[in-house]
């Protein structure tokens, strides 16, 4: 912990992100979760359909409901609603379930294991920044056990780059809207496809490298963009 608050230091973090730091221990049970990430080892056939059909009709509906504001992001970012929903739909249940997670105490943990340190770290560095910015206090920042944050769970990494200053954890739209940006900054090609072989579903990727997630993305939002044709 000194050695990383020296780095944190030497790249920007102030005393109010370096404070945030203090007491810190690890959590066992991010360590537990990082080992047992079971849907790595399933076939999409295994993985996609279980998990994306109870949210197709959910999906639809919330597609609907904001359909102006969907419309809006798809003028301004060319991404379209349910791809938003779709993603939305499967990181919480549609912010159901953001997760509670310490942040700063899960990458507290996440940093000082060997397995990926240095991805860790880094993202332990911008959570830092974002305490030291004042766009979140540490109490508040909880969410999922990796790390992530708000209802379309975004790295402190994405919130810097795409959410800075927003409320994710509690604004449905401050959140879709970020996801939005986000997957244009990665190359979103306005009318394109998102399905495995279009142009689209590279950017799906960028989201979520595991390829049965990235799938399961594209597969849901299909399925929910033709249950409001």
């Keep these: ?45 295994q993985f996609g359909p279980r998990r994306a059909n109870p ?39 549609f912010g159901a379930v953001n997760g509670n997670f310490s942040t700063i105490r899960s990458l507290v ?32 920042m909880r969410g999922a056990w990796a790390g992530e944050i708000g209802q379309t769970q975004f790295m402190p990494s994405s919130y810097l780059k795409f959410g800075a200053g927003q409320d994710l954890i509690r604004s449905s739209q401050s959140a879709l809207a970020a996801t939005a940006r986000y997957l244009k900054g990665y190359g979103w090609r306005k009318g394109a496809g998102w399905e495995p072989g279009q142009p689209n579903f590279a950017v799906i990727k960028e989201w979520n490298k595991s390829d049965v997630y990235a799938r399961t993305i594209a597969y849901l939002a299909t399925r929910i963009d033709q249950s409001v044709q």
């Excluded at 230091?9 to 203090?22: C, I, P």
């Excluded at 943990?109 to 397995?115: E, K, P, Q």
């Excluded at 860790?120 to 508040?140: C, H, N, Q």
């Design 109 to 140: 943990t996440l940093a000082h294991d060997c397995r990926r340190s240095d991805r860790f770290r880094a993202e332990l560095v911008d959570a830092l920044k974002i305490v030291d910015a004042g766009y979140m206090t540490p109490g508040s």
């Design 1 to 45: 912990m000194q050695g990383f608050r020296q780095e944190a230091a030497s790249k920007g973090v102030g005393a109010r992100g370096l404070a945030a730091l203090d007491g810190m221990s690890p959590d066992p049970s991010v360590i537990s979760h990082d080992r047992g990430q079971g849907v790595f080892r399933q076939t999409f056939e």
């Design 55 to 93: 949210l197709i009709k959910p999906g639809a509906n919330k597609l609907r409901a904001l359909g102006s504001f969907f419309d809006r992001l798809e003028a301004e970012t060319g991404v379209q609603g349910a791809v938003l929903v779709s993603i939305w739909g499967l990181e919480t249940g």
